[in-house]
């Protein structure tokens, strides 16, 4: 599991500042527009992880080296004009796969902005475990193209947007379990968008869902009060998104997301309940849960318990003692 190395975000002034457009990897550009580029670039670095987010503000020529051993999984996340990768042509929230040790060559048009993780490729058995297709390697060794769906392609690009921006502002805050979440959560924005262009895997064993449902609680139990993602489970235990959300459906009324998501918030409610105010914030105890946008999650926190988290954490009191004549009472 990677520590987090870096979160780093800067403005661009000229097309050179795009040579490493995605961390780690050198990219060759060449600047296709007219005018004075101006735009922006972040990356947030998990070990060998990367994910990197650029914006630029005329058209644009990369070319990714063949030397990179890295695999580059990459989404569109806005463009003005016409974006083409090799022969594909890409439209809104399109996943891009460069596999490693080939070069690619991408025109962008006009202005744009874009999303790359950069990661080993035999980390692709953890990240999409459960998912027989995505967590074969031999899968990400040929350059491809998935379409996304319009509706949960925006969501999915908005999500990644989101993430970054919170890591940017709560750098701090990472802790090596929370980076692994954090790792799985950015995976699972592009995985998404992979997912909904496949068609769909019904073909496989399902076990009984309580029996599932067991072994779940049991690694949970195991990884005590860290938040868990649902592609670690599904990598751990074998079993693919679409079993694991029939067994909690089955079991519990809501799917593996939901659970997990107040499973979280229970553990938020008694680290805020346990602490002494001043000692900690809500904002950090919401990040360590895994807990990205906090207007959301005080909206899902007052929904379960009826209580503002602030209220939680300020609510706590010291007890005192009391003479008795008998001796001392609380």
């Given at each position: 599991m990677g520590q987090l190395l870096l979160v780093d975000s800067r403005k661009l002034d000229g097309f050179e500042g795009l040579h490493q457009a995605v961390h780690g990897s050198h990219v060759d550009v060449m600047q296709?527009?007219?005018?004075?580029?101006?735009?922006?670039?972040s990356h947030v670095g998990i070990g060998d992880f990367s994910l990197s987010i650029g914006t630029f503000s005329v058209g644009m020529r990369t070319q990714r080296v063949s030397s990179d051993d890295k695999l580059i999984i990459g989404m569109l996340l806005a463009a003005e004009e016409r974006v083409t990768h090799w022969s594909f042509d890409m439209r809104l929230n399109d996943v891009l796969v460069i596999p490693p040790l080939l070069e690619h060559d991408g025109i962008f048009h006009g202005a744009s902005a874009y999303a790359a993780m950069r990661f080993d490729i035999n980390e692709v058995a953890s990240l999409f475990g459960g998912e027989a297709r995505l967590s074969n390697p031999e899968t990400w060794r040929r350059r491809d193209h998935f379409r996304a769906d319009p509706d949960s392609g925006a969501i999915a690009a908005h999500r990644l947007v989101r993430i970054m921006s919170?890591?940017?502002?709560?750098?701090?805050?990472?802790?090596?379990?929370?980076?692994?979440?954090?790792?799985?959560?950015?995976?699972?924005?592009?995985?998404?968008?992979?997912?909904?262009?496949?068609?769909?895997?019904?073909?496989?064993?399902?076990p009984s869902a309580r029996r599932l449902?067991?072994?779940?609680?049991?690694?949970?139990?195991?990884?005590?009060?860290?938040?868990?993602?649902?592609?670690?489970?599904?990598?751990a235990l074998g079993v693919s998104r679409r079993t694991l959300h029939r067994a909690f459906q089955e079991v519990f009324g809501l799917g593996p997301v939901s659970f997990l998501r107040h499973k979280r918030l229970c553990a938020v409610h008694s680290i805020l309940h346990e602490s002494v105010p001043g000692s900690t914030t809500v904002a950090a105890v919401a990040m360590q849960q895994g807990f990205y946008e906090l207007g959301r999650f005080s909206q899902y926190y007052h929904a379960m318990f009826g209580e503002r988290p602030s209220q939680t954490l300020g609510g706590r009191t010291v007890p005192r003692l009391r003479v008795q004549p008998s001796g001392y009472e609380l």
């Amino acid at each position: 599991m990677g520590q987090l190395l870096l979160v780093d975000s800067r403005k661009l002034d000229g097309f050179e500042g795009l040579h490493q457009a995605v961390h780690g990897s050198h990219v060759d550009v060449m600047q296709l527009g007219r005018g004075r580029l101006r735009g922006s670039l972040s990356h947030v670095g998990i070990g060998d992880f990367s994910l990197s987010i650029g914006t630029f503000s005329v058209g644009m020529r990369t070319q990714r080296v063949s030397s990179d051993d890295k695999l580059i999984i990459g989404m569109l996340l806005a463009a003005e004009e016409r974006v083409t990768h090799w022969s594909f042509d890409m439209r809104l929230n399109d996943v891009l796969v460069i596999p490693p040790l080939l070069e690619h060559d991408g025109i962008f048009h006009g202005a744009s902005a874009y999303a790359a993780m950069r990661f080993d490729i035999n980390e692709v058995a953890s990240l999409f475990g459960g998912e027989a297709r995505l967590s074969n390697p031999e899968t990400w060794r040929r350059r491809d193209h998935f379409r996304a769906d319009p509706d949960s392609g925006a969501i999915a690009a908005h999500r990644l947007v989101r993430i970054m921006s919170h890591l940017r502002t709560y750098r701090s805050g990472l802790t090596p379990s929370t980076a692994d979440f954090w790792k799985r959560s950015i995976v699972e924005c592009m995985a998404a968008n992979v997912m909904s262009s496949l068609p769909p895997d019904d073909t496989g064993w399902l076990p009984s869902a309580r029996r599932l449902i067991r072994r779940v609680e049991d690694y949970l139990d195991e990884a005590g009060t860290r938040p868990m993602h649902v592609s670690e489970i599904c990598a751990a235990l074998g079993v693919s998104r679409r079993t694991l959300h029939r067994a909690f459906q089955e079991v519990f009324g809501l799917g593996p997301v939901s659970f997990l998501r107040h499973k979280r918030l229970c553990a938020v409610h008694s680290i805020l309940h346990e602490s002494v105010p001043g000692s900690t914030t809500v904002a950090a105890v919401a990040m360590q849960q895994g807990f990205y946008e906090l207007g959301r999650f005080s909206q899902y926190y007052h929904a379960m318990f009826g209580e503002r988290p602030s209220q939680t954490l300020g609510g706590r009191t010291v007890p005192r003692l009391r003479v008795q004549p008998s001796g001392y009472e609380l």
